[in-house]
């Protein structure tokens, strides 16, 4: 399973990117997408979630308000708006795909199967 993540770039704090992660047209609509993101020297760390319904999403507390993620099946593509960006948000951003069969999201990684290339954020203060 190949998943392509676009959209990152350099944007000044309080400016908004949408970043995209495109997966394969036959069996998207069954899995559950999230986004992580990696800051030198940190832990990969989760921040947003979707079920294949799209009907249940998942937040990093520091996300909530300031992102959403949403999904377009007919595209097979899942996003990611980050409005209010702050300098904190700096990392790789990286798309991930669960076939868990499940309408509940995860926020570990460990429950992800696949992962994008990572698409790098940089908010400059």
């Known amino acids: 399973v190949q998943l392509q993540a676009s959209g990152g770039g350099s944007v000044q704090a309080g400016g908004s990117l949408r970043l995209s992660c495109t997966g394969p047209?036959?069996?998207?609509?069954?899995?559950?997408m999230g986004w992580f993101r990696q800051a030198p020297g940190k832990e990969r760390e989760f921040v947003a979630a979707?079920?294949?319904?799209?009907?249940?999403?998942r937040y990093l507390d520091s996300a909530k308000g300031r992102f959403s993620i949403s999904r377009d099946n007919a595209k097979n593509t899942v996003y990611l708006q980050m409005n209010s960006l702050k300098p904190e948000d700096t990392a790789v951003y990286y798309c991930?795909?669960?076939?868990?069969?499940?309408?509940?999201?995860?926020?570990?990684?460990?429950?992800?199967?696949?992962w994008g290339q990572g698409t790098q954020v940089t908010v400059s203060s």
């Open positions: 047209a036959r069996t998207f609509n069954n899995f559950n």
């Open positions: 979707i079920s294949w319904s799209g009907n249940n999403t």
């Open positions: 991930a795909a669960d076939i868990g069969y499940s309408d509940y999201v995860f926020p570990s990684a460990a429950r992800y199967d696949y």
